[in-house]
């Protein structure tokens, strides 16, 4: 099995995130997608919607920017590229142009990715992983899976899609940890400044507390 430069397998999938500790948020009982930004008009994606929308099943490893990868999972959902087509470009008016996508989860997370790596056929808006309704550690209703791309563009708990015809403004621009606008695994771009080697050390060292952490907030009952 090949891993991105600088990954290691680890077994099982954790809860990881800035959320560290925080329970995941509450599934609302009719959870919507919110499309928004630069459109003609914004648009609510019901589940309904959503469900006439393609679906794709598709196996992939997941890469937290922090060094561990989890190998073969199995996620189902809609293919994002689709939803853009049929959902989105109707809604741009004439010579608009969009170039960045902002996701936003339930939690108040937010990433920012550029278009033509979100268009990427094996990226999903997932609602099924591993042949079950994705858990709320894992980000329930539905989330962001670009496997091509480090953990942290995969936005859980999705509940807005933001469109954009310029980068929109990233407030951690200017912190020597600032996230790397592509965040391209393959590539090793964790970082906008830092190369992706410079941090690895330290990154390992804080995978087991921020795992451990995460897990304390887990939706999943206490032991
Ligand atoms: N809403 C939300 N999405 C998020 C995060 C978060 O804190 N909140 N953390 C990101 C990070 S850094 C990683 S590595 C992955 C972890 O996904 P998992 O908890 O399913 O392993 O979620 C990403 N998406
Ligand atoms: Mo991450």
Redesign the pocket.
């Known amino acids: 099995m090949t891993l991105p430069p600088g990954q290691r397998a680890i077994d099982g ?7 560290l500790h925080h329970p995941p948020p509450p599934v609302p009982a009719d959870p919507v997608i919110e499309l928004g930004g630069a459109l003609s008009e914004s648009h609510t994606l019901s589940e309904s919607d959503r469900a006439q929308l393609p679906r794709r099943e598709l196996a992939a490893d ?1 890469h ?3 060094g561990w990868s ?1 190998t073969g999972l199995r996620w189902e959902g809609t293919p994002f590229a689709d939803l853009y087509r049929l959902r989105v470009e109707p809604l741009l008016a004439p010579g608009v142009s969009i170039t960045h996508v902002v996701f936003e ?3 108040g ?1 937010r ?1 920012i990715a550029a278009l033509e790596d979100v268009m990427a056929d094996d990226v999903l808006i997932a609602d099924r992983l591993d042949g079950q309704p994705l858990t709320s ?3 329930a209703p539905v ?1 962001l899976v670009s496997p091509g791309q ?9 509940c807005r899609i933001e469109f954009h015809t310029s980068a929109p403004p990233d407030p951690d621009r200017f912190s020597p940890l600032a996230a790397h606008p592509r965040a391209r695994v393959w590539a090793e771009e964790r970082h906008r400044y830092l190369p992706g080697r410079v941090v690895r050390p330290l990154y390992h060292r804080l995978i087991r507390p921020i795992r451990a952490l ?1 897990a304390r907030g887990s939706s999943a009952p206490a032991e």
């Not at 999938?13 to 959320?19: L, V």
């Not at 480090?150 to 999705?158: A, D, E, I, P, R």
Request: glycine share 12%.
């Open positions: 999938f954790p809860r990881f995130g800035t959320h997941f937290c920017v922090a989890a989860g339930l939690d997370y990433s550690d894992h980000g989330r480090y953990g942290f563009v995969n936005t859980k708990h999705l995460s």
